[in-house]
């Protein structure tokens, strides 16, 4: 199983991001998350989500959902200024394990308001 | 208070630059719960330095849904009453997770400041270089100078520093639900605004039950009656006005939402660029998100285009100035256009229509929007109110919070006992509610 993002249906509310930093923490806290809303584009509107992988990022934005390497992106400090993600670079974080210890199934899919996120 | 909280409240003396910070006690929880009744309470308490409470809700910043909103309390200029305005966007999140659950500002500082909170710091900083700019230009210099593009911000343009009493505190770059002058506050003890980073920790007494609760309450909203309705316009078109759907549609990019918000109830639209277009925009500043019904509206009555009502609020978002009125007080002036508008923004002076007894902000439709609510109907003034009320305690998105029945006190008081192990009851709400409203 994996995770399908639908970047348009997504509103940036971060619920995803939260719940996955809750599974992570056993609180509510946004350092560990895997997935993130990126939003520092907020003159733009321009705004989606990024989940780290075991071996990539999926990065999920308005115009389509890309997989980039890890290291290869902006959202990586390989290319220098962190731009799209959150205080912690992507690369620290830890890859997404479909929250496959606890009862509820992934905590992103569960919380998403807008059922932006699916498994694949 | 150990759970669902920093556990501080920070005191900022801006006439001697003393920073200090207390605990928030149990006891206090256990009397008023959280939010703008917590805050009234410290505004009462630290009265004599005509306080500005800034502060966050009992559920503010979790997976509770629509947990987003903060709120500002302090007496209108406008009004001479005790008001909160809401805090929304992820303006209330980043306080939650900045350090503080409440933040009092007295006294007047001798030189521009503004406020530096981040991860459980407080600064007084200079605003010597911001001073004079408008609310798109400072939050941009903070950003760059601090180096974080995420940092959230409340903040005045020009007509706080002016003091005029149509003046608004923003968020970030957009407009706010202050309908109360609270720019001018800001204003006049010199402060620019405050800007928030945060990457604290809260923990919950009973961290499992508290989500499974949240789920259970979140499965419910969605299948309420707002499911399939998005935006501005769905909202303008659930309170009569219809036409603004259509009117708006053409140059509508995209909806968002407030943070864990289960409805977006904000709209950017592009006014320099294809609408439609979903890739990275060319210009760096193409539109602008609306977040203020009343202004749209009020601009939609002068029979302009909706380019030209967006650019007026943008106008209005810069320069920091209450939308909604600025538009009341053209439209019986018979001024139209942005020049025209634009250039009265620093003369513009005149009694304003702000629905309901000035405790809680008009910019929330007085309403039930899409959901049908049991207990709206015999007086609906004291169903908004006491909607507003318990949102306000709770940190619930007050324009959620019309629209979702299935969100209902019981909920509240079972998940923040469950979250915090203060045991909070009907009669505590109740409490907290009548203080509010007094």
């Not at chain 2, 800007?195 to 039950?209: H, S, T």
């Not at chain 2, 006014?271 to 979903?278: C, G, P, S, V």
């Not at chain 2, 977040?291 to 601009?299: A, H, P």
Request: glycine share 8%.
């Amino acid at each position: 199983m994996a995770l399908k993002i639908d970047a348009l249906k997504c509103t940036g509310c971060m619920a995803c991001e939260m719940a996955c930093g809750y599974h992570r923490d056993d609180g509510f806290a946004l350092l560990s998350s895997c997935i993130v809303a990126y939003r520092t584009k907020e003159k733009k509107d321009y705004f989606g989500v990024i989940l780290k992988r075991e071996e990539d990022l999926l990065i999920a934005r308005p115009e389509g959902t890309e997989i980039k390497r890890i290291g290869e992106t902006e959202e990586t400090p390989a290319a220098g200024k962190q731009q799209d993600a959150s205080a912690k670079p992507m690369l620290l974080r830890e890859a997404c394990d479909l929250c496959e210890e606890m009862d509820l199934g992934p905590m992103c899919i569960k919380f998403c308001p807008f059922d932006a996120i699916s498994e694949d | 208070m150990e759970y669902l909280s920093a556990n501080k409240i920070l005191v900022v003396d801006l006439t001697s630059a003393e920073v200090t910070d207390d605990e928030l006690s149990d006891e206090l929880v256990r009397e008023k719960i959280g939010g703008a009744a917590v805050a009234k309470h410290l505004y009462e308490q630290h009265a004599d330095g005509d306080p500005i409470v800034i502060g966050t809700g009992l559920l503010t910043g979790t997976l509770f849904p629509a947990a987003a909103a903060g709120v500002i309390t302090a007496k209108s200029p406008v009004t001479g009453k005790i008001s909160h305005c809401p805090i929304t966007l992820k303006v209330g999140l980043e306080i939650q997770y900045a350090g503080f659950d409440y933040i009092v500002i007295k006294g007047k500082s001798p030189e521009p400041a503004f406020l530096w909170i981040h991860d459980g710091v407080a600064d007084i900083s200079s605003a010597a270089d911001v001073w004079g700019k408008n609310v798109w230009e400072t939050t941009d210099t903070w950003r760059k100078v601090m180096g974080d593009d995420l940092i959230q911000t409340i903040v005045i343009g020009k007509a706080g520093e002016d003091q005029s009493e149509l003046a608004q505190v923003c968020y970030n770059y957009w407009a706010s639900g202050d309908r109360w002058g609270f720019g001018k506050n800001f204003g006049a003890k010199n402060l620019k605004g405050l800007a928030f980073r945060g990457m604290g920790l809260l923990e919950m007494a009973d961290a499992e039950e508290f989500v499974e609760l949240a789920l259970d309450v979140l499965e419910e909203v969605k299948e309420g009656e707002f499911v399939g309705k998005k935006g501005i316009g769905d909202i303008c078109t659930a309170i009569g006005e219809a036409d603004i759907d259509t009117w708006l549609a053409p140059i509508v990019h995209r909806h968002s939402a407030c943070y864990n918000t289960p409805y977006a109830t904000n709209t950017f639209v592009f006014l320099d660029e294809d609408a439609q277009k979903m890739s990275e925009p060319e210009h760096s500043e193409p539109g602008f998100l609306i977040t203020d019904i009343f202004g749209l509206i009020g601009f939609k009555k002068m029979g302009i285009s909706a380019v030209e009502a967006c650019n007026l609020l943008k106008a209005c978002a810069k320069y920091g100035i209450d939308a909604a009125a600025v538009a009341e007080l053209s439209l019986a002036t018979g001024k139209k256009t942005l020049a025209e508008i634009q250039g009265s923004f620093a003369t513009l002076v005149g009694a304003v229509t702000r629905p309901g007894s000035g405790i809680f902000s008009p910019w929330c439709p007085n309403q039930p929007l899409f959901g049908k609510f049991d207990d709206a109907g015999d007086d609906p003034t004291a169903w908004w109110e006491r909607r507003m009320a318990v949102a306000s305690i709770f940190g619930i998105h007050p324009i959620f919070s019309v629209m979702s029945p299935e969100i209902t006190e019981d909920d509240l008081l079972e998940i923040a006992t469950v979250g915090t192990e203060v045991e909070l009851s009907q009669d505590t709400l109740d409490n907290a509610v009548n203080y509010l409203l007094k």
